[in-house]
């Protein structure tokens, strides 16, 4: 299995902070790298796929970047609606595996 | 607007079969892959597999030898049965949609499925 890392766990921030999320993969994942988000009682949503790709409808303020086994996920500024837990995924191999889950809470 | 609404019994024993069914409107299933995603309250995501709509399959190894998804063309219609439940598997059971390239783009809003005698 490839195994995927968030850090952090957990991090409380402030609206309009920039906040930034890691993701590691065990092995090299190419392109297939997606982002999640995840409100209390709700379905995750689609935030980006492939890495960098922009899902449809999702604010320009998400942004997805890395390669290999490194990757980040940016919120350049943070707003209300954006406290939430965010999971990596990977589809690179035939058995998908989720991180942990980054929960982001209100400073 | 593609919908997926997930429905089965909330409460299984153990060593049963946990049965799930996910309706979809909105579209065709064909063209899409389908997924089974779990997640126990409080916890992560957990990929139980997928299937094409051509009935091609993947599954957890972990979960491999119990699982088994299905799909059924004429009533737009994915299924999950998990056999020899326990209570590791007490969980939010997602019906999901896999968009080629792209990744879990429709997903449902979940069934709680909790095993207990």
């Known amino acids: 299995d490839i195994q995927m890392t968030q850090s952090p766990s957990s991090l409380s921030a402030s609206v309009g902070d920039r906040v930034t999320i890691t993701c590691r993969a065990s092995q090299s994942v190419s392109k297939y790298l997606n982002w999640y988000q995840q409100k209390p009682g709700k379905a995750p949503k689609l935030l980006i796929y492939g890495i960098s790709s922009l899902q449809s409808g999702v604010p320009s303020r998400f942004r997805g970047s890395g390669s290999g086994t490194d990757f980040t996920l940016t919120i350049s500024s943070l707003q209300p609606e954006d406290f939430a837990t965010y999971y990596c995924?990977?589809?690179?191999?035939?058995?998908?595996?989720f991180g942990q889950g980054t929960k982001v809470e209100i400073k | 607007q593609v919908q997926l609404q997930e429905s089965g019994p909330g409460l299984v024993k153990p060593s049963e079969t946990l049965s799930l069914t996910c309706a979809v409107s909105?579209?065709?299933?064909?063209?899409?892959?389908w997924s089974w995603i779990r997640q126990p309250p409080g916890k992560g995501l957990e990929c139980i597999g997928y299937?094409?709509?051509?009935?091609?399959?993947n599954y957890n190894p972990s979960l491999k030898s119990r699982v088994t998804i299905s799909v059924d063309t004429s009533k737009n219609q994915i299924s999950l049965n998990l056999i020899s439940v326990t209570a590791a598997d007490s969980a939010l059971y997602y019906c999901?949609?896999?968009?080629?390239?792209?990744?879990?783009?429709?997903w449902g809003q979940g069934t709680l499925v909790t095993v207990s005698s």
């Open positions: 999901a949609r896999v968009s080629p390239g792209i990744g879990v783009d429709y």
């Open positions: 909105g579209d065709s299933i064909s063209n899409y892959y």
């Open positions: 995924q990977q589809s690179y191999s035939i058995l998908w595996t």
């Open positions: 299937i094409s709509h051509s009935g091609g399959t």
